[in-house]
């Protein structure tokens, strides 16, 4: 069998790959948020893992590989796109407004992702099918004393993780040193991240038991990855950018809910698309 050898960022080692299970190899990548158009920068996660998808399916067999990248649709971009619509005389309520701008958006992505030759992932799961599934490991989280509920929100207690910081290399006094958290006067430390918040009236919610509301964008990949992988798996994938705080977030979510899992073994990243220095982004416009 053809040996594959993966730069692990976990270990910051090539490691030659052995999957859990040759029988189902299994990798999750994260997906966009679908609010507008995707660019060349967005594209370049989808090639890269499309040609360790090919070369995994090539090696193990095409039945045996499960990849699945999950489609954010549940954002305050998303819902920001709406609002603007629907100010601007659209007809419809904005629940019905977010859902045809999600749905156009993912309609392009796939047409355009398909442009460029890319397979289609295994299974793509939209965030707010699994809202039942969040729900479930907040409630989790929060009854094995990594979580604790305050005004409607429901937060991550970093501090309860010892490990949070390893796959970035980061220590957590660093990271508040850096001052990339936001304080908030309802954290109970500034590291804290959200995996609930409320939502007015004005804006797409669920019922829980912290009131309506919506999920915070780290808990959507914890959730979706066991839901259709399991507590580990073999490969976790996406851009560099999300190391952190994203990733982070995500291993500490899954690891304290499911502390025999182990989650991702395996964890890619790609380099970011460069123009004159700089990332491609929609922000900056270039
Ligand atoms: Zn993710």
Not at 165 to 171: A, C, D, N, P, T
Not at 195 to 200: A, E
Not at 223 to 229: C, R
């Amino acid at each position: 069998m053809t040996a594959i050898r993966l730069y692990n960022t976990r270990t910051r080692a090539k490691e030659d790959f052995a999957p859990s299970d040759p029988g189902n190899v299994r990798m999750y990548v994260c997906g966009p948020t679908v609010y507008d158009r995707a660019h060349l920068g967005n594209a370049r996660p989808v090639l890269v893992f499309d040609t360790l998808f090919r070369l995994l399916r090539h090696v193990y067999g095409e039945e045996h590989v499960t990849y699945v990248r999950n489609f954010t649709d549940v954002d305050d971009k998303i819902n920001a796109t709406a609002l603007a619509r629907k100010e601007a005389g659209a007809e419809g309520t904005l629940e019905e407004l977010i859902h045809q701008r999600t749905q156009e958006t993912i309609g392009w992505y796939h047409a355009d992702m398909g442009a460029l030759g890319a397979l289609t992932p295994t299974h793509e799961p939209r965030a707010t099918a699994y809202i039942g599934a969040m729900i479930a490991m907040i409630e989790d989280l929060i009854a094995r004393g990594h979580a604790y509920a305050v005004e409607g929100h429901v937060l991550f207690k970093v501090r309860s993780y010892p490990d949070y910081g390893k796959l970035s290399g980061r220590s957590v006094d660093d990271m508040i040193a850096g001052a990339r958290v936001e304080v908030a006067p309802y954290k109970d430390d500034p590291m804290d991240f959200v995996l609930w918040k409320p939502s007015d009236a004005g804006l797409p919610g669920w019922d829980s038991p912290w009131g309506r509301g919506r999920p915070g964008w780290h808990i959507e990949c914890s959730a979706m990855s066991y839901e259709l992988l399991g507590p580990s798996f073999d490969i976790h994938g996406g851009g560099i950018d999300l190391q952190f705080p994203h990733h982070e977030n995500e291993i500490a979510q899954s690891c304290c809910a499911h502390p025999d899992g182990g989650f991702a073994r395996v964890w890619m990243h790609n380099e970011m698309l460069l123009v004159e220095g700089k990332k491609m982004s929609k922000s900056l416009g270039n």
